[in-house]
């Protein structure tokens, strides 16, 4: 009887979990310039808030930068077009699975090296991406860790609150407030208390000052212990590649796969989840806040409005 090779074994269920991840009916819409890098943003279920998050999106992050703009069983036609004003590329899925989108919306984009996937209620300032990359190369170049992502300081996070109470002088404030500073990836204020997430963005403002408080910061950064919410992250295609994507599974329509798949994965390979403590940015809220959030929008849209370009010299 033969024996089989291991590694052929190994290399063949990757390919069959590679092309079960990136299998489903989609709409693209190619605009891609065969960037580096690629913000690959999730989209199309709170526009609400994209006169602010979309806008900054496309004031702050390079030109350089592909941006996709991608739709889980949905095609939309304001994001079409909004797509198409701004040259973004745009991904629609008939399947309602996330992974899946996000797995399509990369693949689509072969040429690029890094990944940025951001959700559409994050909030980001001058900066982010560069501050994000030079992070994660800091942390190679450390020797220490490998990292499977690399993430900001956001506000309402499970664990990165915590930094951002820190950079802030906020601790003692929020614990009187809301009893505890616990980090969890859920059940916790932060994470499901509607009024925790408006206090914590009541003190992110004005956001490009604080933004700008946290770029000040001596370069740090946190290794995460437990499951982290992934609404901003960055990391290297080839870890993505490595597992064969990010993991579809049923039933659709469920939420975190994408987020489960991920963190298990760097923990699996031994990939750090790293936190970067000189770039911040903002996220709306969870689900269990949005309710409470969306009614509170307008007391924080002034605040988070794109700050006016310097005045150009009149000339005599």
Same mark, same amino acid.
């Given at each position: 009887?033969?024996? =089989?090779? %291991?590694r052929?074994?190994e290399?063949?269920?990757?390919g +069959?979990?590679? *092309? !079960?991840n990136?299998t489903?009916? &989609?709409?693209?819409?190619?605009?891609?310039?065969g960037?580096?890098?690629?913000a690959?943003?999730?989209?199309?279920y709170?526009p609400?808030?994209?006169?602010?998050t979309?806008a900054r999106l496309?004031?702050f992050?390079?030109p350089e930068?592909?941006?996709c703009l =991608?739709? %889980?069983a949905l095609r939309?036609?304001?994001l079409e077009? +909004?797509a198409? *004003? !701004?040259g973004w590329s745009?991904? &629609?899925?008939r399947a309602?699975?996330?992974?899946?989108?996000?797995?399509?919306a990369?693949?689509?984009?072969p040429d690029a090296?890094?990944?940025?996937?951001?959700?559409?209620?994050i909030?980001?300032g001058?900066?982010?991406?560069e501050?994000?990359?030079?992070?994660?190369?800091?942390?190679v170049?450390?020797?220490r860790?490998?990292?499977?992502?690399?993430?900001?300081?956001?506000?309402?996070?499970?664990?990165s609150y915590?930094?951002?109470?820190?950079?802030m002088?906020?601790?003692a404030?929020?614990?009187?407030?809301?009893?505890e500073?616990?980090?969890?990836?859920g059940?916790i204020?932060?994470?499901?208390?509607?009024?925790a997430?408006?206090w914590?963005?009541?003190h992110?403002?004005p956001?490009?000052e604080?933004a700008?408080?946290?770029a000040?910061?001596p370069?740090?950064?946190?290794?995460?212990?437990?499951?982290?919410?992934?609404?901003?992250i960055?990391?290297?295609r080839e870890?993505?590649?490595?597992?064969?994507?990010l993991?579809?599974r049923?039933?659709?329509?469920?939420l975190?796969?994408?987020?489960?798949?991920?963190?298990r994965?760097?923990?699996?390979?031994?990939?750090?989840?790293?936190?970067?403590?000189?770039?911040?940015a903002g996220?709306f809220?969870?689900?269990a806040?949005e309710?409470?959030m969306?009614?509170?929008?307008?007391e924080?849209r002034?605040?988070?409005?794109?700050p006016?370009p310097?005045a150009?010299?009149?000339t005599?």
């Open positions: 009887m033969a024996l =089989v090779d %291991p052929r074994v290399r063949a269920l990757a +069959l979990v590679r *092309r !079960r990136l489903g009916s &989609s709409y693209f819409v190619d605009r891609s310039t960037s580096h890098a690629v690959v943003v999730l989209a199309g709170k609400y808030l994209w006169d602010i979309l496309e004031r992050l390079s930068i592909d941006v =991608v739709s %889980p939309s036609g304001p077009v +909004l198409e *004003r !701004r745009y991904l &629609s899925t309602n699975y996330v992974s899946l989108a996000q797995n399509l990369i693949a689509r984009h090296r890094w990944v940025i996937k951001l959700d559409e209620d909030v980001i001058e900066g982010f991406f501050r994000l990359l030079a992070a994660y190369e800091r942390v170049a450390g020797g860790y490998r990292p499977g992502f690399c993430a900001p300081v956001l506000n309402v996070n499970g664990f915590l930094r951002f109470l820190q950079t002088g906020l601790e404030a929020y614990r009187e407030r809301f009893g500073l616990r980090l969890a990836a059940e204020p932060a994470t499901n208390d509607g009024e997430a408006l914590l963005w009541r992110s403002l956001f490009d604080v700008a408080r946290f000040a910061q370069p740090a950064f946190s290794t995460v212990p437990h499951r982290f919410s992934i609404g901003a960055l990391f290297e870890f993505w590649d490595s597992f064969g994507g993991l579809v049923p039933p659709a329509g469920a975190g796969v994408d987020e489960a798949s991920i963190c994965k760097c923990v699996d390979m031994s990939r750090a989840m790293i936190v970067a403590h000189d770039v911040f996220h809220s969870f689900s806040q309710t409470f969306r009614e509170h929008v307008d924080l002034p605040e988070l409005a794109l006016r310097p150009v010299p009149a005599s």
